[in-house]
């Protein structure tokens, strides 16, 4: 079991590597870029490259332990043909147009180089917040076996909370990992882990990566 709140995860205390996987949301360049979208909006992206190191050493640890990688990317197409009329009014109200950022086609999409995306990872491309919306995550999932989603990525307030939710609602078994998680608004960030932790673990569990760690490391590591 790994240590959390307000509950030990999982909560029945099967840990089963099998049917576990580590979701990476939106590490990208559009949002960790000095010149993404995220930095265009105003805010400071090195909170968001501050939880690199961490999410690899996670990453390492989960594949030590037989544990899936997924990761999600946001982006609408390059035509902007799945871009509804309010999605192009508020792109052009951030001053996008024009630009390839938020567009699968431009250089932004792509995850940043300091995460290893390997052959056998899984990679979700969402134009939403939520990774179930439009997108094959959840077939994937289920034709994977997986039950148990631990989280990471950016943001933690708007793309990772959302995704956390949508997994709830369809009964997956949530652990969020709250040093691996990040946003440009720490207030935010700082209020979406505590709504995961309200009555009673209504979003799951929250923990750190050291715990998540120290979990996986009593796994037998996969092909042992």
Known sequence: MIKATPFDYPYDGRLDPRSTALVVIDLQEDFLSPTGYFARQGY???PLRAILPTVNRLIDAARAAGIRIIH??????GDMADMTPYEKWRRSRAGLDGT???LR?????EIVS??????EDIIVDKTCNGAFTYTDFEHVLR??????LLFSGCTTDVCVHTTLREACDRNFQCLT???ACASGDQRAHEAALHMVTVENGIFGALTDSAAVLAGLAKLP????
Do not use: M, N
């Not at 300091?114 to 052959?119: A, K, L, S």
């Not at 034709?143 to 148990?148: E, G, K, L």
């Not at 590591?221 to 042992?224: D, L």
């Open 44 to 46: 400071d992206p090195s």
């Open 221 to 224: 590591r996969a092909g042992a």
């Open 177 to 179: 990992i709250s040093d």
């Open 105 to 109: 086609s431009g250089p932004g999409f």
């Open 114 to 119: 300091d995460i290893e995306v390997r052959p």
């Open 100 to 102: 390839q950022v938020l």
């Open 143 to 148: 034709a994977q076996r997986i039950t148990h």
């Open 72 to 77: 999600t990317r946001q982006g609408y197409r």
